[in-house]
């Protein structure tokens, strides 16, 4: 996705360890027309799909999904990291280490909302060492329901959680894939 390309060119900036930072228009500050080019952009890879749930983990990809599943026309479910008081008994669980936070967390989604028939896209804001990504397949798995592929706004190409997936045959879709960073600069991948 050329616009994406540009914006993260012209918008974003990185910081020390490899991070990305896109918070001006993805992931803190959201530019809601943009966010929802990325769900219709993600809505038009999976046409035909017969998507019934997208799934995400809290809360950087939240918007992305909401945008996708509001294209698909289905709901959007996410993995909360925190148990809360209104967390039902019966849930999905599986760590996942967080490379942002350096936090490993508990994450849960209630059982109520994946169910086994269900066909499931998840879709993230980044796409890194594959942390979360893996942790939401493992809920999914557990629950019964098929996976139909990931989409991602953003992947960081060079550090492989991408081709690793697609080397086992799963379906990912990154609108932008980063293929490496400096401290100035951003190569993409040609897709």
């Known amino acids: 996705m050329k616009a994406l390309e540009e ?13 990305l930072k896109v918070g001006s228009f993805l992931n803190q500050q959201m ?4 966010i929802m080019e990325i769900g219709n ?5 999976y046409e035909g799909e017969k998507i019934t749930r997208v799934l995400t983990v809290e ?19 996410f993995a909360k990291k925190h148990r809360s008081a209104n967390m039902p008994k019966e849930v999905y669980t599986a760590s ?3 490379y942002t936070h350096k936090e490993t967390y508990e994450i849960a989604v209630a059982k109520e909302y994946i169910k ?8 993230d804001d980044f796409l890194a060492n594959g942390n979360a990504v893996h942790g939401l397949m493992r809920i ?3 629950a019964g329901a098929e996976l139909v592929g990931c989409a991602f706004a953003i992947e960081k190409g060079f550090q492989g959680a991408g081709d690793k997936l697609r ?10 894939i980063v293929d490496s960073m400096t401290d100035e600069s951003v190569c993409f991948r040609v897709q």
């Open 41 to 45: 952009e993600i809505a038009r890879l």
């Open 59 to 77: 809360s950087s990809g939240i918007a992305l999904a909401v945008a996708a599943g509001i294209a698909l026309h289905v709901p959007s479910v």
């Open 167 to 176: 080397s086992q045959g799963i379906r990912v879709d990154s609108l932008a």
């Open 140 to 142: 999914l798995e557990e």
């Open 7 to 19: 914006k993260i060119l012209a918008e974003g900036t990185i910081l020390p360890g490899n991070v």
């Open 31 to 34: 530019d809601s027309d943009f």
């Open 96 to 98: 996942v280490y967080s």
């Open 116 to 123: 086994r028939e269900d066909r499931v896209l998840i879709v």
